[in-house]
């Protein structure tokens, strides 16, 4: 990636910086696969990245949204997604958040447990309205990432078991102000191996078989996310193999007549035209490392400190500087405040500019106020003009 190093320079760091031409290709690819594919609904994961600035680019593209709190549904409202084009998900939502997703018209509410079921009728009869749900099916099919971002497990907190399924549509179609339409799937984050789509595939072909015996018809089966980005070479794999995941399913999947899929992608949408861009405070000697301290911490990428991730870091203000071995940390008061242990980076000076890469899906968003900072702000290549 090329970064406008000069212009960062005047800039109070730490910030994101976005990329917005790399997400504009990647949004563009994503919308020509879907297309190539039979015409998949895309819906955007705002969980991923809810920058006002990255929502509108994403919006303009066509995409849909999908949110799992109210204010994410506001916010993607605000931001230019159409109503008809936002999903809601989420393990729990509370009553306000029911009813503005019933008072905005959005498309469908993924719902998973009987009780929140019986809340969205009760609301939606107050308002006499109909509201449209889908069902997330916990598919008890595993993925090969982190255990903390797998969530299609049984023993996972997310979703209806296999086999409450025909239960639960039943009773929707009992409910006057319910309309079962659809199938809702999503087994984990960060997912490379094709093969965890496939056994989802197949997965789902077994379930529609199964419902299908009863006369039971699915009009929309929604996909979820999930599809992982490169964290080691985010310039080798500048924008993650779309076309691969949705081939996957349309070879897999027995869609059924008149069947439309829908995906949820946020990581792979956002996560490689994001990066931190931090300045090294203090190269400290410790007595058995070298520590570059930077102004970035947890507060502001927690990947790392919560999940152990990589992310690629770069001293792009002293490209030539010889190799040197560190201990790249945070100056927060927390021993997981780390980004990189023994890490070979360009030598490092006080002032320089330094860029954490691949942060643009689960980065600013989750940052905290801990220790009294400031949030991170976010800056686009447009505003740097
Ligand atoms: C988090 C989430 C997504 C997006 O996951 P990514 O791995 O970022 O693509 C999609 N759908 C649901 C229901 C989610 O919870």
Do not use: W
Request: charged share 25%.
């Amino acid at each position: 990636m090329n970064f406008p190093v000069e212009k960062f320079k005047n800039i109070e760091t730490p910030f994101y910086y976005y990329d917005t031409e790399l997400l504009r290709q990647t949004l563009d690819t994503i919308v020509k696969a879907a297309e190539e594919n039979g015409g998949y609904c895309v819906h955007y994961a705002v969980k991923a990245n809810a920058n006002p600035k990255v929502l509108a680019i994403i919006a303009k593209a066509g995409l849909g949204a999908d949110c799992v709190s109210g204010n994410e549904v506001e916010a993607a409202l605000n931001a230019g997604f159409p109503a008809e084009k936002i999903v809601f998900a989420g393990v729990a939502k509370k009553d306000k958040e029911i009813l503005l997703g019933i008072d905005s018209n959005i498309f469908c509410f993924n719902c998973e447990s009987i009780e929140e079921l019986e809340i969205i009728q009760q609301l939606a009869h107050s308002r006499a309205k109909t509201a449209n749900v889908a069902f997330r099916i916990n598919p008890d099919v595993g993925a090969h990432t982190h255990a903390n971002i797998t969530t299609g497990l049984a023993e996972n907190k997310f979703g209806i078991p296999m086999q409450d399924m025909e239960k639960v549509i039943m009773l929707a179609d009992n409910m006057p102000n319910i309309k079962f339409i659809g199938l809702h799937f999503h087994i984990g984050s960060q997912i490379l191996e094709m093969d965890d789509f496939k056994a989802l595939a197949l997965r789902i072909n077994e379930l529609q078989d199964r419902l299908n015996k009863q006369g039971i018809f699915v009009e929309n089966i929604n996909l979820g996310g999930g599809l992982g980005i490169d964290y080691n070479d985010p310039d080798k794999n500048p924008i993650p193999d779309f076309r691969l995941m949705f081939k996957t399913y349309n070879s897999l999947l027995k869609l059924r007549e008149g069947q439309k899929l829908h995906f949820e992608p946020g990581r792979s949408v956002v996560g490689q035209m994001g990066s931190l861009i931090t300045s090294t405070i203090f190269v400290k000697q410790g007595t058995h490392k070298k520590f570059c301290i930077v102004d970035a911490g947890m507060t502001d990428l927690i990947r790392p400190a919560l999940y152990d991730a990589y992310h690629k870091i770069e001293n792009i203000s002293n490209p030539d500087g010889k190799t040197t071995t560190y201990d790249i940390v945070g100056p927060i008061c927390e021993s997981s405040d780390v980004f990189q242990k023994d890490y070979p980076m360009n030598e490092t000076r006080r002032g320089d500019i330094i860029a954490i890469r691949s942060a643009g899906a689960y980065g600013e968003i989750m940052a905290s106020r801990y220790n009294c900072r400031n949030l991170p702000k976010g800056y686009t290549t447009e505003d740097l003009i």
